[in-house]
């Protein structure tokens, strides 16, 4: 098995909502609308979905009956080039309709950087010094 991610699906209560959020909000690229039952999302490296969190249960055993929990014990992770960038991310997020978790500090690791839940309480850190960037924007992780 090569060792790579292809898609990482959040399961959404609102999926047009979500959409909002994401595309109008934070300005991640699709051609793909609510109407179309699933959203694919054009980043670089894996990409990303937003599809319906009873559906997404269901397509796991149809017979599973979940909740969506407060803290899934995940974090998404969004890099930074510049300490301010992450400052404007979390501002960007707010706007668009998600809480500030944890405001931008610096980090324990030598770093900056700070959280913010979207409308569905999937937490995102954004961050700053942690990694260098390949030219294609991913992470140099050696």
Known sequence: MEPHISIITLGVLDLERSYRFYREGL???TTWTPEKGVIFFKT??????LYPFDKLAEDVDPKLKVKKPKFSGVALAYNTRTKAEVNEVLEKAEKAGGRIEKPAQDAF??????YFSDPDGYLWEVAYGAFEFNDDGSLKIT
């Open 109 to 114: 690791w030598g770093g900056y950087s700070g």
């Open 27 to 29: 300005g991640f690229p």
């Open 44 to 49: 670089t490296g894996t990409s990303r979905a």
